[in-house]
């Protein structure tokens, strides 16, 4: 009887180790990726010039207006100029990256959840529930999404305040028409970007099903909610964790197109997709105000980018050497 | 094969007929309506108003209605013009602009990927490599303001705006090769990235060496050989990308001011013109599952591994 444990227990340990190794593996491989550096570092500035910048700045940094300052080209006091409306474009691009890469994040993570939740569940049962949910996705896949996005956020727009006003009528304080246009974008774009993340747990999930710590969970009975979060979902990670940098960039552009279309973010509050919109229509006159965001938003994709590459050929060393 | 397409045809009732609902409700639950923002129109023509278009009726009467004779039904803000018309009249706008789009995507692209492939990770491969990396970073919004600052205002070489010349009427003009360009080089990226991917796997086979012992020249190998299933990834994507570039439509009608459908369905959800959002929702739907069936099928004819599962 003592056998059987002698064997379990090497074998369980060198279960930690291979785990271990793949992550300190992965993270060899991404050091000597140049670029996945640089765009990490980058993505790293970026973060702590929009979140933490702000702080030694003046309260309206990026709403303040000289109006005699309008469209004045950079240089001086004015880094990178000011805009149309004689604000600081420094201070707007430092306010508009914290949007965009708010929206970014808070989007990507609705996705992710809806995209984990739906592929576990479609790979774990498998069978006509797998076959039905996937069928579904294909479909949802070819329909013109933008176009449903796009109408969300036209026709949604009100809809904040017919709620402050419904919640007024009960006699309650509850106000979320500020915040609404914010909400609506994560929804709209969080339910729009989980398909492919969708396919891709599911795939993993499938896999994993056959395999037999898998099937000993089940015969030992453990409850199903219990197998998928405890022992599946720390099992897909590696493909998530890649998979979600490349939707943060795929979610920014998003949000940067409806706002360039005029409804996304709403003024006087900028994300970068605004001040590109405002730039280009400024561009004879003020090219510096298409050219900074242009700029900083396109290195924010291309790091985003980047990383997620260099993350992918970390974590699946067999696609890695092509 | 007969049996796949007719079953995969019957399968785009249901989902038009979601897409429709999708929209119908979304644009009927929301608050205000097509009337309200007209400060001039008094309460009772606008129940007038209301009535003339069937907005007084049980919604689910009124989604038969729009159903039954959409391209019939007139446009809440264009009276006397029939969703149809407008269709007509603008298609042929976005669909030359799609059309010039996506064949300057499929040479650059697939020519750009056809090249990387050849000697992965030399000097021929960064160099088209790194200008799709940065095709792809380059959304259209950036990318179209760009080329216009440079070859419209400051080089002077194309128009900056307008479509088909002063009537509008023309074949093709000058005036047609920046709004493409911006649209097909972000694609061109995309296609780049998957045709070097594709090529790559396929250059490695068995096969490719067959045809390379039997002395088959160079060119006739990429062309013949490899290109036939390198070029499977970049059939694929063409579902998808064709509703990109319905979308991307929206933005470089708007950028460069060309009179197109894309720009008419932005203003239309705008002023809640709900017979015309609809309409062009349907037309738009219709054309991306139609299309995305042309795809699959040409999967299933290019890629033998398909058939045999069928």
Same mark, same amino acid.
């Given at each position: 009887m003592t056998e059987p444990d002698s064997q379990a227990k090497p074998s369980a340990l060198d279960q930690v180790e291979k785990g271990e190794s793949l992550w300190v593996g992965a993270w060899h491989r991404l050091r000597k990726n140049k670029m996945a550096l640089v765009g990490g570092t980058f993505i790293l500035l970026l973060v702590g010039?929009?979140?933490?910048?702000?702080?030694?700045?003046e309260d309206n940094y990026y709403t303040h207006q000289e109006l005699d300052l309008k469209m004045k080209a950079p240089g001086g006091e004015y880094i990178l100029g000011t805009d149309h409306l004689g604000r600081d474009q420094l201070g707007r691009i430092i306010k508009g990256g914290q949007i965009s890469l708010m929206v970014g994040l808070v989007a990507t993570i609705v996705s992710l959840t809806i995209g984990?939740?739906?592929?576990?569940?479609?790979?774990?049962?498998?069978?006509?529930?797998?076959?039905?949910?996937?069928?579904?996705?294909?479909?949802?896949?070819?329909l013109p999404f933008t176009i449903f996005v796009i109408l969300l956020m036209v026709f949604a727009k009100d809809l904040g305040d017919s709620i402050d006003v419904w919640f007024?009528?009960?006699?309650?304080d509850f106000s979320i028409s500020g915040q609404w246009n914010m909400l609506l974008l994560f929804v709209a774009i969080g339910a729009v970007e989980w398909l492919t993340m969708a396919r891709i747990v599911r795939g993993q999930v499938l896999s994993l099903r056959k395999q037999e710590f898998i099937e000993a969970c089940i015969s030992l009975g453990l409850p199903t909610r219990r197998i998928i979060f405890r022992h599946m979902v720390p099992n897909v990670l590696g493909p998530v964790i890649v998979y979600t940098t490349l939707?943060?960039?795929?979610?920014?552009?998003?949000?940067?197109?409806?706002?360039?279309?005029?409804?996304?973010?709403?003024?006087?509050?900028?994300?970068?997709?605004?001040?590109?919109?405002?730039?280009?229509?400024?561009?004879?006159?003020?090219?510096?105000?298409?050219?900074?965001?242009?700029?900083m938003f396109a290195l924010a994709l291309f790091s985003f980018n980047f990383v997620g590459d260099g993350l992918r050929d970390a974590l699946d060393p067999k696609t890695s050497k092509d | 094969m007969f049996v796949f397409i007719l079953r995969r045809i019957l399968e785009t009732i249901p989902v038009l007929l979601c897409v429709a609902a999708m929209t119908f409700f979304m644009c009927r639950l929301a608050p205000g309506g097509p009337f309200d923002d007209d400060k001039q129109v008094t309460a009772e023509v606008r129940e007038q108003l209301n009535k003339q278009f069937n907005l007084d009726k049980p919604l689910y009467v009124q989604f038969y209605q729009y159903l039954v004779n959409l391209p019939k039904l007139q446009s809440f803000k264009y009276p006397n013009r029939t969703v149809g018309d407008i269709i007509k009249q603008k298609f042929p706008v976005s669909f030359k602009l799609g059309f010039f789009a996506i064949t300057i995507a499929l040479g650059i692209g697939v020519l750009f990927g056809v090249i990387a492939s050849l000697k992965p990770n030399s000097f021929i491969d960064y160099i088209p490599s790194s200008l799709?990396?940065?095709?792809?970073?380059?959304?259209?919004?950036?990318?179209?303001?760009?080329?216009?600052y440079i070859f419209a205002l400051k080089l002077k070489l194309l128009p900056a705006t307008g479509w088909g010349g002063f009537d509008g009427d023309a074949i093709f003009h000058t005036d047609m090769i920046l709004p493409s360009l911006t649209l097909g080089l972000f694609y061109a990226a995309y296609i780049s990235r $998957?045709?070097?991917?594709?090529? /790559?796997?396929?250059?490695?086979?068995?096969?490719?060496?067959?045809? !390379?012992? &039997?002395?088959? *020249?160079?060119?006739?190998?990429?062309?013949?050989?490899?290109?036939?299933?390198g070029l499977l990834p970049v059939i694929s994507f063409m579902g998808p990308a064709v509703a990109g570039l319905i979308a991307g439509s929206f933005v470089i009608e708007t950028i460069f001011n060309i009179p197109g459908l894309g720009k008419d369905f932005v203003q239309s959800a705008f002023n809640r013109d709900y017979t015309l959002v609809?309409?062009?929702?349907?037309?738009?739907?219709? $054309?991306?599952?139609?299309?995305? /069936?042309?795809?699959?099928?040409?999967?299933?004819?290019?890629?033998? !591994?398909? &058939?045999?599962? *069928?």
């Amino acid at each position: 009887m003592t056998e059987p444990d002698s064997q379990a227990k090497p074998s369980a340990l060198d279960q930690v180790e291979k785990g271990e190794s793949l992550w300190v593996g992965a993270w060899h491989r991404l050091r000597k990726n140049k670029m996945a550096l640089v765009g990490g570092t980058f993505i790293l500035l970026l973060v702590g010039l929009s979140f933490i910048g702000p702080f030694f700045l003046e309260d309206n940094y990026y709403t303040h207006q000289e109006l005699d300052l309008k469209m004045k080209a950079p240089g001086g006091e004015y880094i990178l100029g000011t805009d149309h409306l004689g604000r600081d474009q420094l201070g707007r691009i430092i306010k508009g990256g914290q949007i965009s890469l708010m929206v970014g994040l808070v989007a990507t993570i609705v996705s992710l959840t809806i995209g984990i939740g739906y592929g576990t569940i479609s790979g774990y049962f498998g069978g006509n529930i797998d076959r039905f949910m996937m069928r579904v996705v294909d479909i949802l896949y070819s329909l013109p999404f933008t176009i449903f996005v796009i109408l969300l956020m036209v026709f949604a727009k009100d809809l904040g305040d017919s709620i402050d006003v419904w919640f007024k009528a009960r006699g309650s304080d509850f106000s979320i028409s500020g915040q609404w246009n914010m909400l609506l974008l994560f929804v709209a774009i969080g339910a729009v970007e989980w398909l492919t993340m969708a396919r891709i747990v599911r795939g993993q999930v499938l896999s994993l099903r056959k395999q037999e710590f898998i099937e000993a969970c089940i015969s030992l009975g453990l409850p199903t909610r219990r197998i998928i979060f405890r022992h599946m979902v720390p099992n897909v990670l590696g493909p998530v964790i890649v998979y979600t940098t490349l939707t943060i960039p795929a979610v920014m552009l998003l949000e940067a197109f409806l706002s360039f279309l005029g409804l996304g973010v709403q003024p006087p509050t900028p994300s970068w997709g605004l001040l590109i919109k405002d730039g280009a229509d400024r561009m004879r006159e003020a090219p510096w105000m298409l050219i900074y965001p242009g700029i900083m938003f396109a290195l924010a994709l291309f790091s985003f980018n980047f990383v997620g590459d260099g993350l992918r050929d970390a974590l699946d060393p067999k696609t890695s050497k092509d | 094969m007969f049996v796949f397409i007719l079953r995969r045809i019957l399968e785009t009732i249901p989902v038009l007929l979601c897409v429709a609902a999708m929209t119908f409700f979304m644009c009927r639950l929301a608050p205000g309506g097509p009337f309200d923002d007209d400060k001039q129109v008094t309460a009772e023509v606008r129940e007038q108003l209301n009535k003339q278009f069937n907005l007084d009726k049980p919604l689910y009467v009124q989604f038969y209605q729009y159903l039954v004779n959409l391209p019939k039904l007139q446009s809440f803000k264009y009276p006397n013009r029939t969703v149809g018309d407008i269709i007509k009249q603008k298609f042929p706008v976005s669909f030359k602009l799609g059309f010039f789009a996506i064949t300057i995507a499929l040479g650059i692209g697939v020519l750009f990927g056809v090249i990387a492939s050849l000697k992965p990770n030399s000097f021929i491969d960064y160099i088209p490599s790194s200008l799709a990396m940065i095709g792809i970073c380059l959304p259209t919004f950036v990318m179209g303001p760009i080329l216009m600052y440079i070859f419209a205002l400051k080089l002077k070489l194309l128009p900056a705006t307008g479509w088909g010349g002063f009537d509008g009427d023309a074949i093709f003009h000058t005036d047609m090769i920046l709004p493409s360009l911006t649209l097909g080089l972000f694609y061109a990226a995309y296609i780049s990235r $998957l045709t070097r991917g594709g090529m /790559l796997d396929i250059l490695t086979q068995d096969y490719i060496r067959t045809a !390379k012992a &039997k002395g088959a *020249s160079g060119l006739r190998v990429i062309v013949k050989h490899a290109m036939r299933g390198g070029l499977l990834p970049v059939i694929s994507f063409m579902g998808p990308a064709v509703a990109g570039l319905i979308a991307g439509s929206f933005v470089i009608e708007t950028i460069f001011n060309i009179p197109g459908l894309g720009k008419d369905f932005v203003q239309s959800a705008f002023n809640r013109d709900y017979t015309l959002v609809l309409g062009v929702v349907m037309f738009y739907a219709t $054309l991306i599952v139609l299309l995305n /069936l042309v795809v699959d099928i040409l999967q299933v004819t290019l890629n033998p !591994k398909l &058939k045999f599962n *069928s």
